[in-house]
């Protein structure tokens, strides 16, 4: 499921932006499909320009019926008839979407014979400090089996002894969730931590839920700013 709001506070009509001759959602949604990872891809989105544009290629949309805050509500409200099991978020201003990445995720549930994991994530690791400190950059810090302890916008772990050497990461936005997960989301008021971070990961934390961290090397380009557009643009050609 890749959900597609057109409307961006930073850059309005991103996924609609040309990216080498192609929308940057019909570019993530062709990522998603060529990883041949998936039963089926949805782009499940509140704008008819964007189901229009994915339709026209031939792909799978489908129209929100409610206004939505976060993707996985987003999300929840598509799949709620559906017989799935598993379902995967990927965001649709990751057009760098690969596939060693996805079924990383994925692996996660095939190995977990006890179903204590309700989420599987993705994390990078970041050592840039204008990264670590940059608010639009989400980090994660991970107990000692990589389960997410908490998401932040600041810097986390905060560094007052910098020769303990900590790693810091960068949460991608992609998951994989078991179905009842995504239900519970959906009707679980926000709370506290995360209306104050808008991080809606906070809120699976917030209400016990375990999510499992996947440590990637592929960091991607999201394209949340023109200058990100910018930097695709070149890393596409």
Known sequence: MIPARYAASRFPAKLMQDLSGKPVIVRTYEAAVHTGLFHAVYVVTDSPVIYDTITSIGGLALMSKKEHECGSDRIAEAVTDMDVDIIVNVQGD???????????VL???KNDVTKEIDLASLMVKITDED???????VKVIVDNRNFALYFSRAPIPFPRAK???????????????????????????????????????????????????????????????PEDLEKAQAAWK
């Open 163 to 225: 020769e303990a050497g900590t790693v810091y990461y960068k949460h991608k936005g992609i998951y994989a969730f078991r179905k009842s997960a995504l239900m519970d989301f959906q009707r679980l008021p926000m709370l506290p931590l995360e209306a104050t971070e808008k991080i809606e990961a906070i809120r699976y934390l917030e209400y016990g839920k375990k999510i499992k961290m996947v440590e990637t090397s592929v960091s991607g380009i999201e394209i949340d700013t």
């Open 131 to 137: 990264e670590i400190n940059n608010p639009n950059t």
């Open 107 to 109: 692996a996660v549930f």
């Open 94 to 104: 990751e057009p760098f979407t690969d596939r060693e990445s996805l079924a990383s």
